[in-house]
């Protein structure tokens, strides 16, 4: 029997799952592999779900071996796509949460707790409620511990996604040069550095209200939204915008969208400090991609990933 009859008659929606995760786990049968591969290759849709499902798994470190579990107990029961990719998101939350590590500079003085991201690679930060915060390079945070608790405030200089634990009795109010955000409980991105005339704010979930500092003007937010301020012209931009990357960011999964694959390398080169190249002389250059990976894998890791998304063989050196 062909792999293409094969793949028509046993492969559904369903049972994929399972392939995927045994091929994962290094556990699946070469018939397992050749179905997986033209699953694979059959659609877009299906590169782009195998390609998050496998940078999630990245993510899950140790606890791989739990999903593994839970899948083969399932027995012949249809596991659907949801189910798989809900289990790897909460083992790669546990994962992130119980791994979590400063890399930049982190000082305090005075109850003032203050934290630097002086790398390249970006720094996710938990304040004492349990808000995780990831702080990209250049930027700075500092928020005073001994009183946090009861004032929930956060000075912000740079760029940072936030995922703020709720509370409905004390707002969480995030200080930037430009702009103030207050927030309940939600997810968004803030980028506001103080040497730059713009101030930008993205919401994926739940509610913010934007002011102004040292104004009254004050734009309430929804979720999808970005609002950029304009220091010169004392404008307020508001789009609708894919907020995907941030529900990603949550899980320490780095999406970048709308990129080249030299955008990709570059980007790749810069953290990791190896020179990355292709082997192809007909790549091309021009071609867009989403593509995701987990901030905490190695970067044979991410270049394999690369790989299947782009089709192109790449070299580390």
Known sequence: MSVNNIVDKEVKPEYIDKIIVSHLGGNSSETDDMLLLEWISSSRENLNYFSEIKAVWYATGQYRTELQDKMKNAGTRPVGRRTLSRALYSLAAIALILSAAFLGFRTAGRNTVTVENVNSKTERVVLPDGTAIWLYEGSR?????????????????????????????????????????KVLGTVFNVKDYPDRADAQTTLAEGAVELTLNRSSNKVSMREGQRVTYDQHTKDFKIEEVNTSRLSLRRLGIISLEDVTIN??????????????????PDVDLKKRYVFNYPENAGLEDIISLLEVVTSTEIEIE
Do not use: M, W
């Open 141 to 181: 945070l500092s928020y005073n511990e001994k009183r946090y608790d009861d004032r929930r405030k956060v000075k912000l200089s740079g760029e940072a996604d936030l995922d703020v634990a709720s509370n409905k009795l004390r707002p969480f109010v995030l200080t930037c040069p430009k702009i103030t955000v």
């Open 263 to 280: 955008d990709i390398v570059f980007r790749l080169q810069n953290e990791f400090g190896r020179h990355v190249y292709f082997t192809e």
